[in-house]
């Protein structure tokens, strides 16, 4: 009975986790296209590139919770992970889950001090380095993450036992690529933010591709939600 209670609360907070995702995303997007819009005065658009910033920190937390709760999950309802080492597996997921949400807070916490406030070097210095471990880790995780399903939907005996959850964990690999892939076509969006008087070059044209594949990435997030719901 408890199991089944632990399993339905966290599953409750993965629903939410992705909501979250998906909802934070959307409002980013619609921030994000407001701030290239040349009709703007700089200032005020200026102003929209530190919102997209904060909204940009909802999917980036959400996609590291949704990585810790669906493997509790997957442990808990035995849809895969059942060899001897699941135990390390969720131990292991659970620790870095948890280091590298922090890492992911403290990294904004660096690069958006409040006014009046400045950084230490060292603390500079350690943004940096949670920075390119946030980087790295996602490339990781989302490769591992498609492979796992890819070979558990491919053969027997693969980490993934539900044909449903091979099919969720591709469509989260490919929206967390998305999602990342966006955040690398999008340096110039930082060119929006001059000096009061001065003038933003950016335009719409920077950002039609990168939400073209940020509403691909909706579309996935949105079947996941379903599949999360449904499991068939």
Known sequence: MTRLLDYNLLETLHIVAVALW????????????????????????????????????????????????????????????????????????VLLGGAWLLAALFRYWVDHPPPASTRSAVQVRLGGAARTADLWLRVVVTVALAVAAVVSLGADGGPIAATWLSIKLILVAVAVALTFGTRLLLPSVTSLEVPEGGEATAGRRTVTLPLAMTAVAWVCIAVVIWLSIAKI
Request: glycine fraction near 10%; hydrophobic fraction near 50%.
């Open 22 to 93: 998906l909802g934070t995303d959307i409002a980013a997007a619609i921030v994000l296209r407001r701030a290239v819009d040349d009709r703007r005065s700089p200032p005020a658009r200026a102003e929209m590139v530190g919102l997209w910033e904060d909204l940009d920190l909802g999917p980036r937390a959400a996609s590291i919770l949704l990585l810790t709760l669906g493997i509790t999950l997957t442990y808990l309802g035995r849809w895969g992970f059942t060899a001897a080492s699941e135990s390390v597996i969720l131990v292991g997921s």
